[in-house]
């Protein structure tokens, strides 16, 4: 069971998106890169926003839309839901309104929330009755994804998710992402350009650029790779890490290079909570002057940044022993 | 109140304005929310030729959009030969004829407030509703309508206003009958080609002023009332 997009070309304002790709309809799909890489242009595409200029989208087996054959599904008849960026609550309903509006339209026999246990899981019960206008943008987007769920959709896409939401409410989101997906059976695709919201949520990652798909798949497999990693901001280096402490086991997050340290012999008596030993597979001298070590570990390769100095001291060299050590507040 | 200040005859004529205005509005107010939407849409062929149609009475001399409908509604015309054999309908000289020019002559007015209330809604929240389940058709019901209500609203009393002076289409499609088709400017128009009238007309001409800036400080309060009810 998968979403295929093959050879679908979207064209609008002089960008033109490509891609060919598979995903998996099951569990969190994240769609990363950087910000003009088409990510929600390829979502519009997919809910039927955007009218295709070739190719095809086939949903479980389902043609959306086949450009060839010019078959196509409207929008409203996909029963694809999507949470914009922007929320886009209609201004001229209260929140209980926004809801309502999506829950009288889906079919009966789809299982899903309605609006009073949403709001309940979503902990906006007390805004049931405000004016959209009068909400903060966090309760927005909290609205926002209410009222998709409440539409009963099939597949469930998401447009920069965590933008107005703080750091508690981020991990609540996600939290409650991962759980509905498994509970509701109900496949997510979220777009985002943080790598720490991509390893947090990913079964599945999908790296874009320039309006392309870069490679797709695990995210132990795609996270590591060369051609991801010219993705990020240097600043974001690292490594995807599965079963940090403070995280479940099967949960990955984003270990930045910045945020490791190394020591040459085990170390003892220390606070932190994470320290995984293992061989210096690599060592290379960055182009502002700092030292990037890739230390191969039973978590996977970890990258750590650290100054020339601290290379000397330590006196690392490949197929040496090493510790990368990572307090669990810094994930 | 009215009463005691104005004559039989006045609150003849009066009732007889607010008659033919009224009509006018609720004849002519879905066909303007029709066109308003189909305007207000990405490019279609043929959006042009309907644009014109709609603007039209606003360019043409009235008389000669009266003389046109005469034309065509005329009891010997093709269309009101049409309506007087199948249903019975006359529209020439009558007080329905008389609503039916206003209708054409404020129509423009009415697309035009429409039209803008249209195209300042956000056209993402029709996407938002789009992937809601919302077929094109209720999207026009339960979001374009709603949102618009403002312009609506406006449209709607802004040509009713006009109704109200509404001169040269109507004498010339329904004539200038008593009691029938005597509209405030029909009867002021009348009065000042009456020697000894000229006080009449000052006195309808007064009406006729206070009817429109009543008319058009209604519309405005209208649209702010309607706005905040719409933004909470």
Known sequence: MSLDLRGAVVRRGGFRLSAELSIPTEGITVVF?????????????????????????????????????????????????????DARLFPHLTVRGNLHYAEHRRPAARNAPITLEISRLLEFEDLLDRPVKN????????????????????????????AALDGRRRRDFARFLKEYGRDMGVPIIVVTHLIDEAAELANHVVAMRAG???????????????????????RDRGAWVQGAAGYAPGDGVWVRADSVLLASAEPRGISARNVWPGEVAGILR?????????????????LSRITPEALVDLKLEEGGKAWAIVKAHAL | MVRAMLTAEELQILSTSLGVAGRAVV??????????WALSRPRFPGQGVLNTIAHLP????????????????????????WL?????IQLALTAGGAAFATAVMAFPLMVRAIRLSLEATDGGLFEAAAVLRASPWDRFWSLALPLAWPGVLAGAVV?????????GAVITFASNIEGETQTLPLAINAALNTPGRDEVAFRLAMISLVAAIVGLLAAEGLQRWARRRLEG
């Open chain 2, 58 to 81: 606003l360019v043409l001399p009235p008389v000669l959009v009266g003389y046109m409908l005469l034309l065509a509604f005329g009891v010997n015309g093709p269309l009101g030969g």
């Open chain 1, 286 to 302: 960055e182009p502002d002057g700092a030292i990037l070590v890739s230390l191969d570990t039973a978590k996977g390769y970890i």
């Open chain 1, 135 to 162: 909400l903060s943008g966090g309760e927005r987007s909290r609205v926002a994804l209410a009222r998709a769920i409440v539409s009963a959709p099939e597949l469930l896409l998401l447009d920069e998710p965590f």
């Open chain 2, 27 to 36: 004849f002519s107010l879905p066909v303007a929310i029709l066109f308003a």
């Open chain 2, 159 to 167: 040509a009713f206003a006009a109704g109200l002076g509404e001169f």
């Open chain 2, 84 to 88: 007087k054999a199948t249903f019975g």
């Open chain 1, 33 to 85: 890169g950087p910000s003009g890489a088409g990510k929600s242009m390829m979502l519009s595409a997919i809910a039927g926003l955007h009218r295709l200029a070739a190719g095809s989208v086939t949903f479980n087996g389902r043609v959306l839309e086949d450009v060839d054959r010019q078959q196509r599904v409207a929008a409203h008849e996909r029963a694809i839901g999507l949470v914009f960026q």
């Open chain 1, 212 to 234: 392309r798909v870069v490679c797709s798949g695990q995210p132990a497999e795609i996270m590591t790779r060369p051609e991801f990693a010219a993705l990020l901001d240097p």
